[in-house]
């Protein structure tokens, strides 16, 4: 992960900004920087799924299987979830071999690990994002209050 490092003075600004917000203006400062965020992860996991080599026939679309979800509790405790849908999960992790009771061979499913390439892709892209939105919507919010 990548951090903006900020002289002391700008940090306790900004502190302030967010503290005189209200709840719903701070959630709603929250949510919008975790969706941005997650909407890049989920970008880019489409794209590997859409290029992964087991598409035949168009069977699986890319953005129909991940999705995303935000969760905001309090202002100290919020995060966003990205995550597989459906046959999605097992096409990222592979099967082992599957056998039938009559120990007929059903075989195995290749792991083929689109959703955690696309983790490596973009962490950093989505760490700095989430910190640029998330400051762009204290300002914003700040100084909607002060009119």
Known sequence: M???TMPENEVKDIQDKFDSL???QQ?????GALTSS???LKRQTARNVDAAPFRKNDQIKGMKGVRHKNRIMSAESSFATVYLYSWNRILEGGTVLRTTKKG???GTI???HFFRDAKQQTENQVFSEM????LKSIHKRWN???K
């Not at 910190?131 to 998330?134: D, F």
Request: glycine share 4%.
């Open 38 to 40: 997650a909407s890049i």
């Open 22 to 24: 209200t709840f719903k």
């Open 104 to 106: 007929y061979n059903r």
């Open 144 to 146: 909607r209050n002060q």
């Open 110 to 112: 290749k792991g083929y």
């Open 131 to 134: 910190e640029n939105n998330l």
């Open 27 to 31: 959630k709603a400062a929250i949510k």
């Open 2 to 4: 990548m951090f903006v």
